[in-house]
């Protein structure tokens, strides 16, 4: 299998990929429909921006001129520190042959060029095998979450990776910032969603992350950010937004 960059002329191969390993990973969870449905919002109109991104890694492997299996990462955060694996898709057709793990180590590697310090996967619970992939990579369960996808909530666990030297550990560093009111708040820059004029970046009330205060704007600096029900986030003086990522696509 060879592994190159993702090209425009890759998004229908990309599309077969994403929509026959979601079926065979996350059904009878979720419905047939609800999967072509996020397949066609992930990777339907407007998907060539996000393969121009700056902040995206697009890469397919392909054989005999066919994608058979591809992952899509994001660099979120403040001078590239974190790496979000935010899919790797084998086709069912062409697992049990090393090519995830393949797949795998040259994302990684890439990243890691990139000038990040952590690598970051995520996996529905529903998958079964999703977090035995991850921990064989050398990936640690991190945090989980309870998402909405359809009329459904599922647990997702996230998965970190430190690709430093053994025994190595990466401490992100936490911004103390004054509010106006006089208390002192601390920016996570490890902590981000993806903004489309900057990153979000998750501010605590205090250094041990205990207590979450909201969100910082990594493009104009202000706290004054609002969130809804439903898990969007913008800006109130910029209007920076927060960018739908994994099955947000497929409910809001």
């Not at 090209?7 to 929509?19: F, L, P, Q, S, Y």
């Not at 992952?71 to 974190?82: G, H, I, K, R, W």
């Not at 921990?135 to 979450?145: F, L, T």
């Amino acid at each position: 299998m060879e592994i190159r960059e993702a090209t425009d002329d890759d998004i229908e191969g990309i599309r077969t990929v994403a929509r026959e390993s979601l079926l065979a990973s996350y059904t009878p969870a979720l419905s047939e429909e609800l999967i072509e449905e996020a397949v066609d919002n992930w990777y339907g109109d407007g998907f060539e921006a996000e393969l121009a991104d700056d902040e995206a890694l697009l890469l397919v492997g392909v054989e005999d001129d066919t994608v058979v299996a591809f992952s899509q990462s994001y660099l979120t955060q403040l001078e590239n520190q974190t790496g979000d694996v935010n899919w790797l898709h084998v086709h069912p057709d062409h697992r049990g042959h090393g090519y995830g793990s393949k797949l795998l180590t040259e994302t990684e590697g890439r990243l890691v060029d990139s000038g990040i310090v952590r690598l970051k996967g995520r996996v529905l619970e529903a998958n079964e095998s999703g977090p035995e992939f991850y921990e064989s990579h050398g990936y640690d369960r991190g945090d989980e979450r309870e998402v909405e996808i359809g009329d459904g909530t599922f647990t997702e666990w996230s998965f970190v990776k430190l690709p430093g030297e053994e025994g190595e550990e990466y401490e992100a560093p936490l911004d103390p910032r004054e509010l106006e009111d006089g208390r002192t708040v601390y920016v996570a820059y490890d902590e981000a969603d993806r903004g489309d004029k900057g990153p979000l970046f998750v501010a605590y009330m205090d250094e041990n992350r205990e207590e979450r205060y909201g969100y910082f704007c990594g493009h104009c600096e202000s706290f004054d950010i609002a969130m809804d029900a439903m898990g969007r986030i913008e800006c109130n003086d910029c209007e920076n937004k927060r960018k739908p990522s994994r099955w947000d696509a497929s409910y809001l």
